[in-house]
């Protein structure tokens, strides 16, 4: 399996995350972690609550669209994995994040940002856990 290095566009990517970061912190004091904005959708407490996560969920996921709009053809997107690969791969994930108090997007950009010791120390722990991931499966198992 080949990584395709991707320079400009994940920069740009990283950008926009940034930006929505610190737009949703500036505008509403709240922290983006993907995670928690989920949560809040399937377990709302206000109509207010709902409103904003909901719109910045249909954000999240209108990227395909928006890239239609603008190329006129669909991403392409390939998955190596079987999906039972993919749902085991998710409930782990959903698990760690609860056990972890967050996900990627909320410990990774937000808390490092803000100096965060248990995100320091989180970030550190999913880096480190897809390094050792990443090894095991490429070069041990041979996927």
């Known amino acids: 399996m080949e990584t395709v290095f991707t320079p400009l566009q994940s920069l740009l990517g990283g950008v926009l995350i940034g930006l929505s970061a610190v737009m949703l912190m500036a505008f509403s004091g709240r922290i983006m972690g993907a995670t928690g904005i989920l949560s809040g ?59 972890g108090s967050g996900c990627t997007s909320g410990h990774g950009v937000c808390g490092m940002a803000r100096l965060s010791p248990r995100s320091i120390v989180a970030t550190l722990t999913f880096m ?13 198992i041979g996927g």
């Open 41 to 99: 959708i399937v377990t709302p407490t206000s109509t207010s609550e709902f409103a904003w996560r909901a719109a910045l969920l249909a954000g999240m996921v209108s990227g395909p669209a928006a890239i239609l709009l603008a190329t006129g053809a669909m991403p392409v997107v390939q998955v190596p994995v079987p999906t039972p690969m993919l749902i085991v791969g998710g409930l782990i994930v959903g698990i760690g994040a609860s056990v």
């Open 128 to 140: 480190f856990t897809t390094a050792v991931t990443v090894f095991v499966i490429r070069h041990i």
